[in-house]
């Protein structure tokens, strides 16, 4: 009996341990755009105007600087409301942001009716001079979900706001045209692009 109940905890374990780093995953998601406009036009909407993150994201409904933020720099934070009622929310910090090499870490500091762990969770925005008047955009999105199980089902989601929000910045910097949750315009932005043949970004994870 003795031995038996050894083998039962011994192959317990063994499977528990396997799960436990998967479940503990960090997932990956890399997405590239080149946009026809100057790096300094698209990294000044992308990044340095933190607080209005809401002119070209398509999910949200409105935006705000919070904690006495005024600009995008290191430590600005903000607040993006993903419905009318302000229940489904992500507040979001810059980490760093270098203006010379147009390098920006975004955390997730607090998440509302989202299930995003936010001690595990970031991004990336990246801005390339590709020196013929066109630059690329990059998002590298890092994160773990609560519960850590909906990672893995969560990315094809997560892919699809990206290339989403890359579009929107695209189609702002280019047309100054706001487009977020409540201007009802991105039917027609997203059959535009893909009229184009410019829908999807390039992605890796």
């Known amino acids: 009996m003795k031995n038996l109940k050894s083998f039962l905890l011994t192959s317990a374990v063994a499977f528990i341990l396997p799960l436990s780093a998967v ?17 300094e036009k698209v990294w000044k909407v992308a990044a340095q105007d933190y607080g209005e993150i809401s002119n070209w994201n398509r999910y949200l409904y409105t935006s705000e600087y919070v904690e006495g933020s005024l600009i995008g720099e290191t430590g600005a934070q903000r607040m993006c409301d993903f419905n009318e009622k302000g229940s489904q929310w992500l507040k979001e910090e810059i980490g760093n942001l270098d203006n010379e090499k147009m390098e920006m870490k975004n955390l997730v500091v607090g998440a509302g009716k989202f299930p995003i762990d936010t001690d595990y969770s970031y991004a990336y ?81």
């Open 125 to 205: 925005t990246r801005v390339k001079d590709n020196g013929d008047n066109t630059s690329t955009l990059s998002y590298e999105y890092v994160y773990r979900t609560k519960p850590a199980f909906m990672g893995g089902m969560a990315k094809g989601k997560f892919k699809k706001m990206l290339n989403d929000l890359q579009i929107g910045v695209d189609h702002y910097v280019i047309t100054g045209e706001t487009v977020n949750a409540t201007t009802g315009n991105w039917k027609a932005i997203k059959k535009k692009y893909k009229q184009e043949g410019r829908f999807k970004g390039e992605f890796s994870s």
């Open 23 to 39: 479940s503990q995953k960090l997932h990956t998601i890399t997405v590239k755009r080149v946009i026809n406009a100057p790096a």
